[in-house]
């Protein structure tokens, strides 16, 4: 049973033409298909869906800061910190009002960007990132294999966090990158995960002399955006695609403090964060500058991008800049606060400049995006609709009829999107069935009203919508009834 209002019809999944299609492509491909069979598909998949031929295979640059807040960014109404290379990639493109992370946390969201699947379905669902059993396994299919098997060159710039170890089946380049300069896990000298003495470049560890011995004399995220700049400027014939993910903004709080904020009367570590995130913008910058200067600033979509809502760690408060730009909770919540992220996205002379988006997306749908820009099919594994059609302006844009997120963070959650309507549980971990929040985001998006007991038609099918979308995994049990007897006495307790 629906409401009257305000959801959206599910009927506006049509094709260009105004056939209806079915929730995933009609050229859904098997995970792990050949090149030779992505090929053979082209020339159907361009007729169906593509913009114009003129319009493909872009280079694509798509980066991620980490534990970055909806309200961080000035172009996202931060009214004491600057970014103004970030608000440039606004000002020359899209900026997403309604984009969500994947999950509350590193490890799950950033498995969901990759294999273009919700929480509801993808492998990672907390963060448990010390257990290298935990990272991708070969049947994982990632966007970075989706490119490479389209012709591009394919790179990661930074933090990985789905299995590093040089013996893990879920090193990046196993996983379709052909280049991988990454922080390893577990982290050799804990506590200095911006100052390393080494890097693992291909799998391999190779030391940063200039760090050894505890000296902080490189910063990890400038190296990611040297090698990021190396990476884009080598002579190629074909397209890339570079996944640069920042370690900026998350804890430990342990920049350099920028002159700028030298002399605020500010905590400490106030002014560290600051400096972050400043050094986040500044590198968004050098990247800008470089592929200005290499002549593909319009051959080249740049997105931006982060993991989960803001932190307050390692001394750092959530509301001392209003990082979460006035939306209810943060980092490990599933309400808006923890979810709701920025995405702006810049592609001179393609995408428009200026402009705002109010479509629901989520990170899932960056592997589709990708696919389609690519010229070639997306798996059928992905939960993702393509944003092509919104970026560029032409044809029907396919919206999800809703959007769902589980967590094993804290005490264990599921949250749904639908239309205007958001639901929130909580403590599922050990109650099964725990009660659903109802929020309407249109006239509550702070989530300050609960609404479930006026609609009871709507929890209904929201709890539907939310036992349909669960799909229980080993690694990750959700419900006490998934859990052998010996596991429930710790059930929410003890995650990183
Ligand atoms: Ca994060």
């Known amino acids: 049973m629906r409401p009257s209002s305000p959801i959206p019809p599910s009927s506006n999944l049509e094709s260009p033409e105004g056939d209806p299609v079915p929730p995933r492509s009609r050229l859904a491909l098997a995970p792990r298909a050949t090149g030779l069979l992505l090929a053979s598909l082209l020339p159907g998949l361009a007729a169906a869906t593509m913009p114009s031929p003129s319009m493909l295979r872009p280079n694509i640059i798509y980066i991620l800061a980490d534990d970055l807040g909806y309200g961080d960014l000035s172009c996202q109404g931060q009214e004491v910190l600057a970014t103004p290379h970030l608000d440039r990639l606004a000002a020359e493109g899209m900026r997403f009002t309604q984009h969500y992370a994947a999950n509350t946390v590193c490890q799950p969201s950033r498995s969901g960007l990759l294999t273009g699947q919700h929480s509801g379905h993808a492998r990672h669902r907390d963060n448990q990132r010390f257990v290298d059993s935990r990272g991708f396994r070969p049947e994982d299919v990632t966007f970075a294999e989706v490119m490479r098997s389209a012709g591009y060159a394919t790179a990661i710039c930074g933090k990985w966090h789905l299995g590093d170890r040089a013996d893990s089946t879920g090193i990046p380049h196993h996983h379709g990158f052909d280049y991988a300069y990454c922080m390893g896990y577990p982290y050799p000298e804990g506590g200095r995960e911006h100052w390393p003495s080494h890097v693992f470049v291909n799998g391999r560890q190779t030391p940063i002399p200039e760090n050894s011995g505890g000296r902080k004399a490189r910063y990890m995220d400038d190296l990611y955006t040297d090698a990021a700049i190396e990476f884009i400027g080598r002579p190629r014939s074909n397209p890339f695609i570079l996944y640069l993910a920042f370690q900026g903004v998350h804890a430990p709080i342990d920049g350099r403090i920028s002159p700028r904020f030298a002399e605020r009367d500010w905590p400490e570590v106030e002014k560290g964060f600051a400096s972050m995130l400043e050094r986040v913008d500044e590198n968004v910058g050098r990247l800008l500058a470089a592929l200005e200067r290499l002549g593909l600033d319009e051959r080249t979509l740049v997105l931006f991008s982060s993991d989960n809502g803001p932190h307050r760690e390692g001394g750092h408060e959530v509301e001392f800049f209003r990082s979460r730009g006035g ?24 995408v428009p400049a200026g402009s705002v988006s109010g479509h629901i997306s989520a990170m899932w749908d960056l592997l589709p995006t990708f696919a389609e820009l690519a010229g070639t099919a997306t798996p059928s594994s992905t939960d993702g609709l393509s944003l092509v059609p919104t970026l560029l302006g032409r044809g029907a844009q396919r919206k999800h009829e809703w959007l769902y997120w589980e967590t094993r963070e804290r005490t264990g959650g599921q949250a749904v999107r639908w239309g205007d309507w958001k639901a929130v ?64 006495a710790g059930a929410g307790a003890g995650h990183e």
């Not at 609960?450 to 995994?473: F, Q």
Request: no cysteine; hydrophobic share 45%.
């Open 425 to 488: 549980r909580v403590g599922v971990l050990r109650n099964g069935s725990a009660p659903l929040e109802l929020y309407n985001l249109a006239r509550d998006p702070a989530e300050e009203r609960d609404v479930a007991a006026e609609n009871p038609a709507v929890v209904a099918r929201i709890l539907a919508l939310m036992n349909e979308a669960h799909v229980p995994v080993p690694e990750s049990p959700l419900f006490p009834a998934e859990r052998p007897p010996a596991q429930l």
């Open 327 to 350: 939306l209810r909770g943060y980092k490990r919540d599933l309400y808006e606060g923890g979810i709701r992220v920025p995405l702006l996205a810049r592609w001179p002379g393609a």
